[in-house]
């Protein structure tokens, strides 16, 4: 089946520490979003990438670091400088260059103690 | 001028009956509206999409009426049924932005039997 998996779906993580959430896609697409979504709230765009070995930063990167060393692949890092990181994330993708679509995979929930 | 506004934050309906949710942007460069339903804990899912180019697109009991002149769109859900409650988010985004999607703050359906 063709899709987008994160994992894990839920996540704890202690305050201080970094913690790395996956995001893998085989639709072959070759754009790849991160957002944020807290309750009652839309979503808000981490960072994106447009291609492999490149990303930009969205509207709230700050606190948050991402590679994409390979096309299915874009993981997120939030680190300990993120100041409110409980939230819960979501990743899409889409086709790239005249693609307009985004489709999500099933979310990680992040909780820190 | 990025900004999508969603209205209204809450509603329900009696099973039957006709679901309106209403956004309204200001950055006239959008040229591609999606709407996404979400179910809690998990991703959102495409429902439906338009571009200016139509003033209405309909897909089975789910309709958007787009006005290009006042900046506004709609998401009509006729013969809403229990099984359509869930959170939806109207989006927006254009070809100049890398396809980065605009969200509005959602609108939580509640579908009563």
């Known amino acids: 089946d063709g899709g987008i998996t994160q994992s894990p779906k839920y996540l704890f993580r202690k305050e201080g520490q970094n913690v790395t959430l996956s995001c893998e896609q085989n639709?072959?697409?070759?754009?790849m979003y991160w957002y944020r979504q807290d309750p009652g709230q839309g979503l808000r765009l981490i960072y994106y990438s447009q291609i492999v070995n490149d990303f930009q930063k969205g509207d709230i990167a700050e606190g948050y670091s991402v590679s994409r060393e390979k096309k299915e692949s874009f993981p997120l890092t939030v680190t300990s400088a993120q100041k409110n990181p409980t939230a819960f994330y979501l990743c899409?993708?889409?086709?790239?260059?005249?693609?307009?679509?985004?489709?999500f995979g099933p979310g990680t929930r992040l909780t820190v103690l | 001028q990025q900004q999508v506004k969603q209205s209204p934050q809450s509603l329900i309906v009696q099973k039957g009956g006709i679901s309106i949710i209403n956004c309204a942007y200001e950055?006239?460069?959008?040229?591609?509206f999606p709407w996404y339903q979400q179910f809690p804990g998990k991703g959102p899912a495409l429902l439906i999409a338009i571009r200016p180019d139509v003033s209405e697109k309909k897909e089975g009991r789910f309709t958007i009426s787009f006005n290009k002149s006042a900046k506004q769109f709609s998401l009509h859900i006729m013969d809403s049924q229990p099984g359509d409650s869930a959170t939806y988010f109207c989006a927006a985004t254009y070809s100049g932005s890398a396809r980065q999607l605009t969200f509005g703050s959602g609108t939580q359906l509640t579908v009563l039997p």
């Open positions: 950055n006239t460069a959008f040229d591609y």
């Open positions: 639709l072959n697409h070759d754009a």
């Open positions: 899409a993708s889409s086709m790239g260059l005249g693609g307009d679509t985004q489709y």
